[in-house]
């Protein structure tokens, strides 16, 4: 039974952790003044080496470019079981994958 359990967290782990990621390179328009960071899509300024999170994204600055994943699946990409559905928790940037007919349950894929 204890094995079980094991299979079903990993399982849920595998499922969760299924995220997009998107990478843009440092664009050099001029030499003569080179990036001191990246800009991001909504044209704010980072500095090289600089971490953060926004909206569910995790985001990083580096001399090669700007790199973000999120932190949350996309329901088209996780194999979900009919019976179950994909919950997503924008505020606490978690999903989990319950019962339709019963959101508090989480599925058992067996």
């Not at 080179?34 to 985001?59: A, I, L």
């Not at 090669?64 to 009919?82: Q, R, Y």
Request: charged fraction near 30%.
């Amino acid at each position: 039974m204890a094995s079980l359990r094991v299979f079903v967290y990993l399982l849920g782990v595998v499922v969760l952790c299924d995220s997009s990621c998107f990478f843009e390179q440092l664009e050099i328009k001029d030499l003569n003044n080179p990036p001191k960071g990246c800009t991001d899509r909504d044209g704010k300024q980072h500095d090289f080496g600089s971490e953060w999170t926004r909206d569910c994204v995790e985001c990083s600055c580096t001399k090669d470019g700007l790199s973000c994943c999120t932190m949350l699946p996309d329901a088209d990409t996780v194999d979900i079981p009919e019976e179950c559905e994909l919950v997503v928790n924008k505020e606490a940037c978690s999903a989990k994958v319950v019962q339709k007919s019963d959101n508090t349950k989480e599925c058992n894929p067996l």
